[in-house]
């Protein structure tokens, strides 16, 4: 972008034709590129204008020529100023500043910008009749093709990293997807891991609960199998005062049966009282028996029922613990 004429000029003037003061005085300005190599044309110019005025021994050289253009003025006004007082130049100046006035229009002409009007000093005195110099513009398209290339490398490059960026992207996304897939299949691990706790702490309290009745259940066992042994000493105890009751008895009975039959064989009779209080003891001796005999069957029949009652209870033992292991 091209500053304006007058403020350009202002500018200028106030600076003496110092590019650095100049680019003080307009901060923030940007040109484009054409203008910035036009600007350093000029400024090459007015150095060339000073080293050819009488007095000077030194020609400048191709690298003061301005080949290299960056930001410079590009206004021509300033420079045919500082020129304008030196009227006595050389035809060969005269010559350099026309080829330098033509090269910098091609390149201009290159860039697509208008080009600024010619050098006034040099317009009036003979006409532009030389060709550019073929150097200058394939120096600048070389310039350029090193633009492009270094344009195109960064280009490539930022694509690269955007397909590097778009992959790394993906890449993420599969991380976070498979850290997702990971993370419920922990959750739910976790939650088998808490439903089988559960199942553990409650089947360890069923056995300790199994092993309790257990023990309850032994403890019973084993107060009934002490009450049954108990009592099946005092039956048979029992049992054998009862066989001795009845042997002594039969054994009495059989004497008075003996004694009887001895006194009816030899005649002897005794009187009636004596027969009588005999009689009376056979049938109390009679009943005796008979009550012995009553109370050794119920006695039998007490112990055939604690017989079942202890197989029963131990049958339900056992499903109990069959339940149980089950």
């Not at 091609?106 to 009036?124: A, D, E, G, T």
């Not at 850290?179 to 976790?190: G, N």
Request: hydrophobic share 35%.
């Amino acid at each position: 972008m091209r500053p304006r004429p007058s403020s350009w000029l202002q500018a200028r003037r106030a600076t003496g034709g110092h590019n650095k003061l100049w680019r003080g005085v307009v901060p923030g300005r940007r040109h484009s590129s054409a203008v910035a190599c036009a600007a350093a044309k000029q400024e090459q110019l007015a150095g060339v204008a000073k080293q050819e005025q009488p007095g000077c021994g030194r020609r400048p050289a191709q690298g003061d020529l301005g080949l290299s253009g960056h930001h410079l003025n590009p206004s021509p006004t300033a420079a045919a100023g500082r020129i304008g007082g030196g009227m006595e130049l050389s035809a060969a100046f005269e010559e350099r500043v026309r080829q330098m006035e033509d090269a910098r229009n091609h390149r201009i002409s290159l860039l697509q910008v208008s080009p600024p009007p010619p050098f006034p000093l040099f317009s009036s005195l003979q006409p532009q009749t030389l060709t550019p110099s073929p150097l200058v513009p394939q120096a600048e398209k070389e310039i350029q093709a090193a633009k492009y290339r270094l344009l195109e490398a960064k280009i490539a490059a930022a694509r690269r990293l955007e397909r590097r960026r778009l992959l790394l992207e993906r890449r993420a996304a599969e991380f976070a997807s498979r850290a997702l897939a990971a993370r419920a299949d922990i959750d739910a691990t976790h939650a088998r891991r808490l439903l089988l706790a559960r199942d553990l702490s409650s089947t360890r309290c069923e056995i300790e609960e199994a092993e309790r009745k257990e023990g309850d259940w032994d403890r019973f066992y084993e107060s009934k199998r002490k009450e049954m042994e108990d009592f099946q000493a005092m039956s048979q105890q029992f049992e054998a005062e009862a066989r001795k009751e009845v042997q002594r008895l039969k054994d009495l009975v059989s004497q008075l049966q003996s004694a009887l039959q001895e006194l009816q064989s030899n005649g002897m009779y005794s009187n009636d009282a004596e027969i009588t209080a005999a009689e009376a003891r056979k049938s109390d001796l009679t009943a005796k028996k008979a009550k012995l005999e009553e109370s050794l069957v119920s006695a039998r029949q007490f112990r055939a029922l604690l017989q079942q009652q202890l197989q029963k209870a131990f049958a339900s033992q056992v499903g109990d613990q069959k339940a149980a292991q089950n």
